[in-house]
């Protein structure tokens, strides 16, 4: 088992940035892969990023440039940066753990069993 818990989530206005952090603990060998999902009211849970075995890290399109994932592992966190903000970002944001067995699939929320409570994202424009 894998505990993971966010913080970090707020309001922003537009233009504005946020850093989430995952708390990680448990079995985290279990798990080869984390990443981070939102899910937005009446949307499905879409991947945000995800960092894989051997550090490869993976985005969406819609976050590149401006969101940095990253992994403290002498503090078992996972964060994400995200910068210049929009209304399109507001969501629940979800910390994930999983163990994955083609990149390919690294931003499939399906391939994770492991997740979050979730940390709220509001962006005002």
């Known amino acids: 088992q894998v505990q993971l818990v966010e913080s970090g989530g707020g309001s922003v206005q537009a233009g504005g940035s946020l850093r989430l952090s995952c708390a990680v603990s448990?079995?985290?060998?279990?798990?080869?892969?984390m990443g981070w999902f939102r899910q937005a009211p009446g949307k499905e849970r879409e991947a945000v990023a995800a960092?894989?075995?051997?550090?490869?890290?993976y985005y969406a399109d819609s976050v590149k440039g401006r969101f940095t994932v990253s992994l403290d592992s002498a503090k078992n966190t996972l964060n994400l940066q995200m910068n210049s903000l929009n209304p399109e970002d507001a969501a629940m944001y979800y910390c994930?753990?999983?163990?994955?067995?083609?990149?390919?699939?690294?931003?499939?929320?399906?391939?994770?069993?492991?997740w979050g409570q979730g940390t709220q994202v509001t962006v005002s424009s």
């Open positions: 994930a753990a999983g163990l994955i067995f083609d990149d390919d699939y690294v931003l499939e929320p399906d391939g994770y069993n492991f």
């Open positions: 960092i894989y075995t051997g550090g490869s890290i």
């Open positions: 448990g079995d985290t060998d279990s798990s080869n892969s």
